[in-house]
Antibody, heavy 128, light 107 residues
């Protein structure tokens, strides 16, 4: 069964750090871009970061740039999110996702990316 | 960043109804638009990718259309399990922003 399981969430004080992990099973994670998406309490989804198959490209939403780092260990089939200098507004459920792609075959268009596998999420609470 | 605006923010409907949710991007995104369903307390589930391609295993009652800046998700013959929150997401460039969500409730 294709599955993603997040861990590492918890309560942390403002300014603190936390490292989230995501364990992939049922597929070879090194074949895919992987992503983190978060959801603040009662709010919508916010794309946070993603990382290329070999880790050579990484992208972040502006609000976490310089504070969060995304990494992966393809031997362990795992994805990580290192969160430093945490703020109250980082409080959220953090979801790990697999970014699959569809190539239309038309050279004019880049592949289409979408998140087709999601974990159940891990909760991060930043509070004093 | 590309802004994505969904409407309505909430919607009431009955079992068997047909509903439409719209998503508008702040600039043209061709057909780089995905739709997700999220039920309370759970992770999202992919419904539609590339604006109109139905994800495997998703009922054909769900359909997507649009290109450029305007997109729609249509659900026909609403079933009890369809009452959830729906999000669109642009995948044209990073950050891959989501719409604010549309909560579909039972009338």
């Amino acid at each position: 069964e294709v599955q993603l399981v997040e861990s590492g969430g918890g309560l942390v004080q403002p300014g603190g750090s936390l490292r989230l992990s995501c364990a992939a099973s049922g597929f070879t994670s090194s074949d895919y871009w992987m992503t983190w998406v978060r959801q603040a309490p009662g709010k919508g989804l916010e794309w946070v970061a993603d990382i290329k198959q070999d880790g050579s490209e990484k992208y972040f939403v502006d609000s976490v740039k310089g504070r969060f780092t995304i990494s992966r260990d393809n031997v362990k089939n795992s994805l990580y999110l290192q969160m430093n200098s945490l703020r109250d507004e980082d409080t959220a459920v953090y979801y790990c996702g697999r970014e699959n792609s569809y190539d239309s075959g038309d050279y004019r268009f880049s592949p289409y990316y979408y998140i087709d596998v999601w974990g159940k999420g891990t909760t991060v609470t930043v509070s004093s | 960043d590309i802004q994505v605006t969904q409407s309505p923010s909430s919607l009431s409907a009955s079992v068997g109804d047909r509903v439409t949710i719209t998503c508008r991007a702040s600039q043209s995104i061709a057909t780089y638009l995905n739709w997700y369903q999220q039920k309370s307390g759970k992770g999202p589930n992919l419904l539609i990718y590339a604006a109109s391609s139905l994800q495997s295993g998703v009922p054909s009652r769900f359909s997507g259309s649009g290109s450029g800046t305007d997109f729609t998700l249509t659900i026909t013959n609403l079933q009890p399990g369809d009452f959830a929150t729906y999000y669109c997401q642009q995948a044209y460039n990073t950050p891959n922003t989501f719409g604010q969500g549309t909560r579909l409730e039972i009338k």
